[in-house]
Structure formats: C-alpha cells, structure tokens
C-alpha cells in the first residue's frame, strides 16, 4: 500500500544514536528538577555564544521586525519572496562570511551558491544530482550516523565505508580509498564519488593540505566526485587552521584545474558555528554550473525561509559583528573542549586529539570486557543507564574499531560538563573495583582448574594480594 | 568530467514548458506603474496580494512574535535550536484550528497527524516519497498546475497519466474518464497508486462538488488506492458553494476507522490564503499513522524554520484575527475576480464560472486561428509580447482542449488590472479589424488546403504558413 521507503527502516532510525535521544527525552537532565537524569552529549549543538547573537538582535530590532534600514516594513516583499534562487543579500554575505572562515583565502562566487533548507537538504540534494539509484558514494568512517539517511534512503544511493583506523589517526589513506572502491566495484556499485566532512564529525579534526590534495588525485584518477561537507568549518579553534578543499584544489599543481573545481561540491550550514539549527540555512557551493542549475531547482523542495534570509542576511553583513563572533566562539569552544579532555584524563580516559567541532572523540577501549561491538554497546547502555550520559557510540558511526565514542561538549553550560566529568570518574573507579574484584574471582576460577596441576606457592601468593 | 545523476541532466524538472518560459519573459521587461508603465503585467502567478495590511498591522500591534519573545521573555536560544521535526506545538495547534476555521469548523484535525513542510510544494514531494515507488503512477485531472510535472515526478520516478476533463461538464471529473485514465495507465503497464485532486482547482478556480468527492471516495475505495487532495486553495473560496473537504465527505458517510479514511491525504500550505509563499510553510495531513511517521521523517529535508514557525503561531492563535482576515480576504478577492470577469467581459471574453482561487480558467478559444495546441501557442505568444501580458495557456496545464489560460487576479492592485484588461481590449479589438480580412483570407485558403492538404508535401504548406504570419 505504501511505498518501499515509507515502509522499511533505511531511514537509519533505529539506530542507537537515534535510541539514546529517545531515552534521554524520556529523563532529561534539569540542574534543578531533574538533577539525576540523563545529560545530553550525543548532540552536536553549539550553545556556547548565544548572548553574542541575541545582543545583535536586540541592538538591531527591524531586523527580526522586517524592516529595512530606513525603517521601512519589507514584509511584503519578504511575504513574496520564494526565488530559488535565493535572496542576493543574504547570498553576498554568506560567501564572504565563508571566505572569512577561511581566512580569506577563498573566495566565493554567490552565483554558486545554492541555498537549502539545512545541511540535510543540501547533502541529499547533492547526491540526487550527482549519483543514480544504485550507485554509490565512498564516505571514510566512523561518519556522522544521519549521511544513512540523508544520502541513502530516498536517493536509493549506496554508502561504501573507507575504513580508517586509530592506527594512524584515523587518517584517510591512499591504501583504505583503493580498497573500498574495489570493495564497491566487487559489490558491482558504481562509485560516484567521495564524501568527506572537514573538520570531521565524529573526529573533531582538520584535514592536512596533502591528504586533501590526495583526494582530489583520486578522484581525478577515477573520474568522480568530491563532496566536502564543511559543517564545521567555523568551529575551529586551535591549530592547524582550516584548509578548505577549494584552497587544496587551487593551491597546487594538478592539472587540468577547471575541471577540479568542476568535481568539487562544498556543503555548508549555519547551524553549527552561529548555533541556529533551528533556522534551516545550508547551502551547496559547486563551481559546476550543471550542479548549481540542477541544485537550485531542486531547492524549490527545501527553500529557506525569507524571513530568515533576511535577519541573517542584515545579521551577517555586521562585520564588526562576525569578527567578534568567530574569536569569541572559537575561544570558548576551544575552553570547553580542554575542559572536557583535562576532566577525561583525570578519569584515565584519553581522547583524539582535536582542534574543531563540538565533540571529542574519545577512547574507552580499556573499559570494554573484550574487544567487541557486543562489549562496546554492554559499555554505551552502562554509561546511558547507570552513569547517565547520553554519548554516541562509535558503532552508529561506522567505526571499525570498537570502544571510541564521541562526546559533546557544546551542548551545555560548564556546571553541567562538570556533572557530567564527576560522573565519568566516579563510574571508571567502580569500574577498577569491580574489574579486581571480577579479576581475582576469574583467577580464583583458573587456579582451581589448575590447582591440581598448579604447585601450592602460586595458589598462597593470590590469597595474599 | 565524472558524469552526473540522469535526474540532474535530463529535462523532467518541467522547467522548459512556456509557464516558466512566460515568466522568463516578464522577468526581462516586467511592468513597473512608473518606471515600465509598458512593461509585461504579470498575470501568470498565482499570489494573494490583497490583504497583506492586515497581516502588517497585526504584526505592528505584536511585535514580540517576531522578536523572538513569549509573555515579554526572550525565547531566542530555544527557537535557535529547534529544529524537532514533529514541528513547533504551538503552531501545529494553531494551525489545525486554522484549517478547522476555513471549513466552517464542520471538520476538526488532528495536530499529531500533520507534518510540517517546507511549503506545499515539498509536502507533495514527500508524499509521492511515502505512497508511490518508481515507475508507480498517479491519477491527475486535467488542467493541472503546472508544477505537478515536476514536484511529483522529477526525484520520485513517479508518473503522472491524467484524467481528461472537458468544457463539456465544466471541467468536472466524471466516473468514465476516471475508469479510463486507470485503464491508460493499465495500457502503459503503470500501477496506480493513487489519484491526486487540487480543491479548490488550479487552475479552474472551482470548488469541488460533493457528487464528485463521493465519485472519488468511491473509486478510491473500489481500487484500494490513495487519495491527496490538495487544499492549498482552501482559503481562498470567496463565494458560494462553501468549500467541502474530502475529510467533510468521508465524515458525514461515516468512513472514519475504514480503510479508506487512512488512505486519504490533505496537502495545505499558508502561501494562497495568507499571502505568505516566501515563508515556506506547508503541511501534510494524514490518518494513516506510518504515513506520518515516515513522512515525519522525511520532512527532515525540508523543515520549516522555527522563526517562522513561531511568528505564524503567534498569528494563527489569535482567533479574533483569523476570523477578520478569512472574512476580509474573501470579500477582496471577491470583488478582484468580479473585476477580472467583468473586464474581459468587455472584450468578449468568457470564463468558466468559479468561486476560489487567485485567478480565472479563461475561454478564448474563439480567438484561435485553429482549434489546435499550436494555434495556443501563435495566440498566447502575441499575448505575451504584443499585448504584454504574462498569462499560463492551457496546454501548460495539460488541458485536453485548446484555447484556455490561467490568468492570475490577486497578485496586483486594481489599476494594473484596469490596465490589463484595456490592454487586452485593444488588442481584441485591433484584431477584430485586422484579422477579418485575414480571417476570411485564411477560411478561403483552408478550403483549399483541405481539398490540396494531401498532395501538397509538409514543407510547401509550412511554407505557406510563414508567408501568412
């Protein structure tokens, strides 16, 4: 009765990442009315730098009023609004605010850009403009769980991981791209592209000049694409600096330059620097004029809103206003996140080393009791249940390694992280007791299946320990 | 160069037809009152541009709603974040009542069966998505808007194969030419998952039946398929009969809890009735709970922004509003479209009697050099650039007979329409004169094509008809 995409679950839904929302929804943690329920840290939201924009808001009224600078009501044309191909204003300012990021050593043209109603819209998008059904796009892991839904299930694309490992970083290697698009051709997928988010979500690191510029080697070999989700772009906050894929692209000695930028699609949002998620602005940068006339016309089915173009747009063109915004939300990103890797290491838990994001990827490999996705998950329902933190498992992003989880940390206000890290510790110390306590029974077993066989000097040195 | 999707190079996205090319048109010489009072007038949008003062004085009365403040507290960081794909409560609630209101309160929704999204064109989208695979198709009477061509085919993969309706009825969907599009799409080895209706019609202007609603609900339920009414127009019926939903219908026949009540999908949107297009909201209502859950989801790609969201719940929850605009709205467009039919009246121009809408299914067939599709395209194209006016021809809609246009009332102020219908007057009249002769010049000559048609070659005739133009 219902259409195959209705009926099954590629939505990727019914994954734990998705799981432990609902369970936290159920028993959300209050300071004050609920402080022994669950702390949200599989969100990736940035509620560090909010006074910044509402002291804006309130210095700048007809902005949000929809009026202009002469105090003219703009309503009406706001109201009429519905041009896919986005309002020039609020187009202008977004590709200098990109450049900005960027340390202005890009710059953008608004004629390829591309608005959508979020991040969300835009990936999809892509992938309807640049794959068929069946085919399928290379994403290095562990990735953010939603790209399951977003470029699989109503696109009928198929995601075929890059396995990338702790042993070096979680690097991309030339090694781990060969192998996973001749796992695809095995798989008789036809490989499209490769998409990557830079700065990484889950890792909360920055890709090198030369990784990138290996990628695009690739994808020039292999005649695809390279779709650079760059999200999080305005979220880094300490060396090494941003290097985004069109800088890579233009500052080298590839050939046949024109048609790099042709294969390349940036993805960019506002809901993880400016913290608006809510607002739905995402946008696809492409310099391929087939993708930006396709793109937009597939706009028409996530456009956003023009109210919201507006007070952005009036919002983004403060200059004064960005320039203070991306120091100071990159300084209290940056605090937040030391906070949080000082706080894990007191409890014995390392993490990745990052300089972007709103997470940390953190490694608890030393609390699994084997080496297992099992033990992994026994581990994730520990922490969601008895220690109350909702954090993301590694496994709902593809890792290949179990026992990493991405942690949050922009998502609440420091009184709360510190709940939170007291939790973590008290939990590894019981967790230590409990691993001696199992420790010495499991020895006890083993020694009274070899005490027979086992002289009576080993059996008297366990007793005293 | 590594190749791209076929859906991104292929032309299914509809945009090549003349209702984007006349809109092309009049974005390159568009009329200006005072600085391109000989410009193109643009007749061929569908926008309420009527009643936008009651909406700014609303909003000059409660600033707070779009300053992002509830009962004097600012709510910015809570809006800024959320973006819950069940939608914002406050504004699902307030727009069922809305909708609720516009049938005269004789139907109550559900907030917990609507998915918000980005407007109504992405509401379709989604639920082709839900109800329909690739290659599945579904029922569409004939004229259709436009932009179905694209919202329900393009990313989905699902035809449409239309349901022809006739000037002979008034363009009303009959139990025959139902049971005849099933059987076209049968021929074309498609299967029909459903049958979509726009009521109020687009382009028609009229409000469906109850006879028909009954004839629909029966076919449905005869061939277990869907149906998506789409009531994007629903505000805006200005004159009796009242509007009846398809919910009305399936209520007042006692089909709640049958299989038929969770097969049946409304689409609405606030672009028509208030005005507000570039807002982006749109809503689709379902009693099927998995259509809603799926749909839920998939509304993930087109959210509604929570600034507008709380802006329009601010809006919708003041009842003693919405009671004064539905009413004042009514009554303007009333008088807009009387002024329209009076006006093309004088240049002998008919149209097909309606009671919603934004804009008239115009009769001018009789101006046509043939009865052909090609004799609507010679008509409208002097239309648009000798009488400049930007209107939607019939077959643009897939209307099965030539010589219709759309033309748009409500998206201009009462001198351009003045303007417009003069313009047109004129042109009727300079045609009147010149083309008797050249009337009676082509009715010679078609006599004698008849007789010659077959032993002339195709290039000698299309020749002929250069030299005549």
Same mark, same amino acid.
């Given at each position: 009765?219902?259409?195959?995409?209705?009926?099954?679950?590629?939505?990727?839904?019914?994954?734990?990442?998705?799981?432990?929302?609902?369970?936290?929804?159920?028993?959300?943690?209050?300071?004050?009315?609920?402080?022994?329920?669950?702390?949200?840290?599989?969100?990736?939201?940035?509620?560090?730098?909010?006074?910044?924009?509402?002291?804006?808001?309130?210095?700048?009224?007809?902005?949000?009023?929809?009026?202009?600078?002469?105090?003219?009501?703009?309503?009406?044309?706001?109201?009429?609004?519905?041009?896919?191909?986005?309002?020039?204003?609020?187009?202008?300012?977004?590709?200098?605010?990109?450049?900005?990021?960027?340390?202005?050593?890009?710059?953008?043209?608004?004629?390829?850009?591309?608005?959508?109603?979020?991040?969300?819209? =835009?990936?999809?998008?892509?992938?309807?403009?640049?794959?068929?059904?069946?085919? =399928?796009?290379?994403?290095?892991?562990?990735?953010?769980?939603?790209?399951?839904?977003?470029?699989?299930?109503?696109?009928?694309?198929?995601?075929?991981?890059?396995?990338?490992?702790?042993?070096?970083?979680?690097?991309?290697?030339?090694?781990?791209?060969?192998?996973?698009?001749?796992?695809?051709?095995?798989?008789?997928?036809?490989?499209?592209?490769?998409?990557?988010?830079?700065?990484?979500?889950?890792?909360?690191?920055?890709?090198?000049?030369?990784?990138?510029?290996?990628?695009?080697?690739?994808?020039?070999?292999?005649?695809?694409?390279?779709?650079?989700?760059?999200?999080?772009?305005?979220?880094?906050?300490?060396?090494?600096?941003?290097?985004?894929?069109?800088?890579? =692209?233009?500052?080298?000695?590839?050939?046949?330059?024109?048609?790099?930028?042709?294969?390349?699609?940036?993805?960019?949002?506002?809901?993880?620097?400016?913290?608006?998620?809510?607002?739905?602005?995402?946008?696809?940068?492409?310099?391929?004029?087939?993708?930006?006339?396709? =793109?937009?016309?597939?706009?028409?089915?996530?456009?956003?809103?023009?109210?919201?173009?507006?007070?952005?747009?009036?919002?983004?063109?403060?200059?004064?206003?960005?320039?203070?915004?991306?120091?100071?939300?990159?300084?209290?990103?940056?605090?937040?996140?030391?906070?949080?890797?000082?706080?894990?290491?007191?409890?014995?838990?390392?993490?990745?080393?990052?300089?972007?994001?709103?997470?940390?990827?953190?490694?608890?490999?030393?609390?699994?009791?084997?080496?297992?996705?099992?033990?992994?998950?026994?581990?994730?329902?520990?922490?969601?249940?008895?220690?109350?933190?909702?954090?993301?498992?590694?496994?709902?992003?593809?890792?290949?390694?179990?026992?990493?989880?991405?942690?949050?940390?922009?998502?609440?206000?420091?009184?709360?992280?510190?709940?939170?890290?007291?939790?973590?510790?008290?939990?590894?110390?019981?967790?230590?007791?409990?691993?001696?306590?199992?420790?010495?029974?499991?020895?006890?077993?083993?020694?009274?299946?070899?005490?027979?066989?086992?002289?009576?000097?080993?059996?008297?040195?366990?007793?005293?320990? | 160069?590594?190749?791209?999707?076929?859906?991104?190079?292929?032309?299914?996205?509809?945009?090549?037809?003349?209702?984007?090319?006349?809109?092309?048109?009049?974005?390159?010489?568009?009329?200006?009152?005072?600085?391109?009072?000989?410009?193109?007038?643009?007749?061929?949008?569908?926008?309420?541009?009527?009643?936008?003062?009651?909406?700014?004085?609303?909003?000059?009365?409660?600033?707070?709603?779009?300053?992002?403040?509830?009962?004097?507290?600012?709510?910015?960081?809570?809006?800024?974040?959320?973006?819950?794909?069940?939608?914002?409560?406050?504004?699902?609630?307030?727009?069922?009542?809305?909708?609720?209101?516009?049938?005269?309160?004789?139907?109550?929704?559900?907030?917990?069966?609507?998915?918000?999204?980005?407007?109504?064109?992405?509401?379709?989208?989604?639920?082709?998505?839900?109800?329909?695979?690739?290659?599945?198709?579904?029922?569409?009477?004939?004229?259709?808007?436009?932009?179905?061509?694209?919202?329900?085919?393009?990313?989905?993969?699902?035809?449409?194969?239309?349901?022809?309706?006739?000037?002979?009825?008034?363009?009303?969907?009959?139990?025959?030419?139902?049971?005849?599009?099933?059987?076209?799409?049968?021929?074309?080895?498609?299967?029909?998952?459903?049958?979509?209706?726009?009521?109020?019609?687009?382009?028609?202007?009229?409000?469906?039946?109850?006879?028909?609603?009954?004839?629909?609900?029966?076919?449905?339920?005869?061939?277990?398929?869907?149906?998506?009414?789409?009531?994007?127009?629903?505000?805006?019926?200005?004159?009796?009969?009242?509007?009846? @939903?398809?919910?009305?219908?399936?209520?007042?026949?006692?089909?709640?809890?049958?299989?038929?009540?969770?097969?049946?999908?409304?689409?609405?949107?606030?672009?028509?009735?208030?005005?507000?297009?570039?807002?982006?909201?749109?809503?689709?209502?379902?009693?099927?709970?998995?259509?809603?859950?799926?749909?839920?989801?998939? @509304?993930?790609?087109?959210?509604?922004?929570?600034?507008?969201?709380?802006?329009?719940?601010?809006?919708?929850?003041?009842?003693?509003?919405?009671?004064?605009?539905?009413?004042?709205?009514?009554?303007?467009?009333?008088?807009?479209?009387?002024?329209?039919?009076?006006?093309?009246?004088?240049?002998?121009?008919?149209?097909?009697?309606?009671?919603?809408?934004?804009?008239?299914?115009?009769?001018?067939?009789?101006?046509?050099?043939?009865?052909?599709?090609?004799?609507?395209?010679?008509?409208?194209?002097?239309?648009?650039?000798?009488?400049?006016?930007?209107?939607?021809?019939?077959?643009?809609?897939?209307?099965?007979?030539?010589?219709?246009?759309?033309?748009?009332?409500?998206?201009?102020?009462?001198?351009?329409?003045?303007?417009?219908?003069?313009?047109?007057?004129?042109?009727?009249?300079?045609?009147?004169?010149?083309?008797?002769?050249?009337?009676?010049?082509?009715?010679?000559?078609?006599?004698?094509?008849?007789?010659?048609?077959?032993?002339?070659?195709?290039?000698?005739?299309?020749?002929?008809?250069?030299?005549?133009?």
């Amino acid at each position: 009765m219902l259409s195959s995409k209705a009926s099954c679950n590629s939505h990727g839904q019914d994954s734990s990442y998705f799981l432990g929302w609902q369970f936290y929804e159920k028993n959300p943690f209050d300071v004050v009315k609920n402080p022994a329920g669950i702390i949200q840290m599989g969100l990736a939201e940035n509620q560090l730098s909010f006074d910044l924009v509402e002291s804006w808001l309130r210095k700048n009224p007809d902005a949000m009023g929809l009026k202009n600078k002469e105090g003219e009501s703009v309503f009406r044309d706001l109201a009429l609004f519905q041009d896919y191909h986005g309002m020039p204003a609020f187009k202008n300012e977004l590709v200098e605010y990109m450049a900005k990021i960027r340390g202005n050593k890009v710059k953008f043209d608004p004629k390829n850009l591309v608005l959508a109603a979020g991040a969300t819209s =835009a990936n999809e998008t892509l992938i309807f403009c640049l794959a068929d059904p069946g085919e =399928a796009i290379l994403l290095p892991t562990p990735y953010y769980p939603g790209f399951d839904r977003d470029l699989r299930w109503r696109t009928g694309v198929e995601i075929v991981p890059i396995h990338c490992s702790s042993s070096n970083g979680f690097r991309i290697s030339m090694h781990a791209l060969e192998e996973a698009y001749e796992r695809a051709q095995k798989l008789n997928l036809k490989v499209k592209g490769v998409l990557i988010t830079n700065p990484s979500n889950p890792l909360g690191t920055t890709m090198a000049k030369d990784e990138l510029q290996s990628l695009i080697t690739f994808a020039i070999h292999k005649n695809i694409h390279l779709i650079s989700d760059e999200v999080f772009s305005g979220t880094v906050f300490d060396s090494p600096c941003f290097i985004s894929i069109i800088e890579a =692209a233009m500052d080298s000695n590839l050939e046949r330059n024109i048609d790099v930028l042709s294969r390349i699609h940036i993805v960019y949002s506002l809901s993880k620097d400016l913290g608006l998620p809510g607002f739905r602005v995402g946008m696809i940068y492409s310099n391929n004029q087939t993708v930006v006339a396709a =793109a937009t016309k597939m706009s028409s089915f996530g456009l956003v809103s023009s109210q919201t173009q507006y007070l952005l747009s009036c919002m983004l063109a403060n200059k004064k206003f960005t320039g203070k915004y991306m120091k100071e939300n990159q300084r209290r990103l940056k605090r937040r996140k030391e906070m949080l890797v000082s706080g894990l290491k007191r409890s014995g838990i390392n993490c990745l080393k990052s300089n972007a994001g709103l997470f940390c990827w953190v490694d608890m490999r030393h609390l699994l009791s084997s080496n297992t996705f099992e033990a992994e998950t026994d581990l994730w329902k520990k922490i969601l249940c008895e220690v109350g933190l909702n954090i993301s498992p590694g496994s709902s992003c593809h890792c290949s390694e179990p026992g990493w989880f991405r942690v949050c940390f922009a998502n609440m206000n420091q009184s709360t992280l510190e709940v939170a890290l007291r939790r973590i510790k008290g939990f590894v110390e019981r967790s230590r007791l409990n691993y001696q306590q199992n420790m010495g029974g499991f020895s006890r077993r083993l020694l009274s299946n070899w005490v027979r066989k086992l002289s009576s000097a080993d059996h008297r040195e366990e007793q005293e320990r | 160069m590594g190749l791209l999707s076929r859906k991104a190079t292929c032309n299914s996205h509809g945009q090549d037809s003349s209702y984007f090319l006349g809109w092309q048109e009049y974005e390159k010489n568009p009329y200006d009152e005072v600085e391109n009072p000989q410009g193109i007038i643009q007749m061929g949008l569908a926008e309420n541009q009527l009643s936008f003062d009651l909406l700014e004085s609303w909003l000059a009365k409660n600033p707070d709603a779009a300053s992002f403040r509830r009962d004097g507290q600012s709510i910015f960081k809570e809006l800024a974040l959320f973006q819950d794909y069940h939608g914002l409560p406050a504004f699902k609630n307030a727009l069922v009542d809305f909708m609720s209101e516009i049938r005269g309160n004789k139907v109550k929704f559900d907030p917990s069966h609507v998915v918000l999204t980005a407007g109504a064109t992405s509401a379709n989208e989604t639920l082709m998505f839900c109800l329909a695979e690739q290659g599945d198709a579904f029922l569409l009477p004939t004229p259709y808007y436009p932009g179905f061509d694209r919202d329900l085919k393009w990313r989905t993969g699902v035809e449409i194969v239309p349901i022809q309706c006739t000037s002979s009825n008034r363009f009303q969907i009959t139990a025959a030419a139902l049971e005849e599009a099933y059987q076209e799409a049968q021929r074309k080895n498609l299967r029909v998952k459903g049958v979509l209706v726009t009521n109020p019609s687009n382009p028609l202007g009229t409000t469906m039946t109850r006879d028909e609603l009954d004839l629909l609900v029966n076919f449905i339920t005869d061939k277990e398929i869907h149906l998506i009414s789409d009531e994007i127009y629903s505000g805006t019926v200005f004159s009796p009969p009242a509007f009846v @939903s398809v919910m009305e219908v399936l209520k007042d026949r006692n089909l709640g809890k049958t299989q038929v009540w969770e097969r049946v999908h409304i689409v609405y949107s606030l672009s028509k009735d208030l005005g507000l297009p570039g807002f982006r909201v749109g809503a689709i209502y379902s009693n099927d709970p998995i259509v809603v859950a799926a749909a839920t989801k998939m @509304s993930s790609f087109g959210l509604v922004s929570s600034q507008t969201q709380y802006l329009l719940s601010a809006v919708l929850s003041d009842k003693k509003f919405t009671k004064e605009y539905i009413a004042k709205s009514r009554k303007r467009l009333q008088k807009q479209q009387s002024k329209l039919v009076a006006g093309l009246g004088k240049a002998g121009i008919g149209c097909l009697e309606s009671n919603a809408g934004l804009f008239c299914w115009v009769d001018m067939r009789h101006l046509l050099s043939s009865d052909t599709f090609e004799a609507e395209m010679e008509l409208w194209k002097r239309i648009v650039y000798d009488v400049k006016l930007n209107i939607s021809p019939g077959s643009s809609c897939h209307c099965s007979e030539p010589g219709w246009f759309r033309v748009c009332f409500a998206n201009m102020s009462e001198d351009t329409l003045k303007l417009a219908m003069q313009r047109l007057k004129s042109f009727i009249g300079s045609m009147a004169v010149n083309d008797r002769s050249h009337q009676e010049l082509k009715n010679s000559r078609r006599k004698f094509r008849t007789k010659w048609v077959f032993r002339l070659s195709f290039q000698s005739f299309h020749d002929r008809e250069q030299d005549e133009r």
